[in-house]
């Protein structure tokens, strides 16, 4: 949905190897979406999964 894509999109646009995102953004999301920090976890990791299991589908589809 658009809230997981938003939040993984600006995940992406702050990590870059092991930095997190700057606490003012973080708190943002926070308060944007009304949610929990634990939440906002979850939600970038099933985003990642979803990404990676669907990069995986088409890389088996394009071998057979």
Do not use: A
């Not at 092991?18 to 999301?29: C, E, R, S, T």
């Not at 979803?50 to 071998?63: A, P, S, T, V, Y």
Request: proline share 3%; hydrophobic share 30%.
């Amino acid at each position: 949905d658009l809230r997981d894509q938003d939040i993984l999109r600006t995940y992406m646009m702050y990590e870059d190897g092991k930095k997190h995102l700057p606490d003012g953004v973080f708190q943002h999301l926070l308060k944007k979406y009304n949610t929990t920090p634990e939440n906002l976890r979850q939600v970038k990791g099933r985003s990642l999964k979803k990404i990676k299991d669907l990069l995986l589908n088409n890389k088996n589809l394009q071998n057979n």
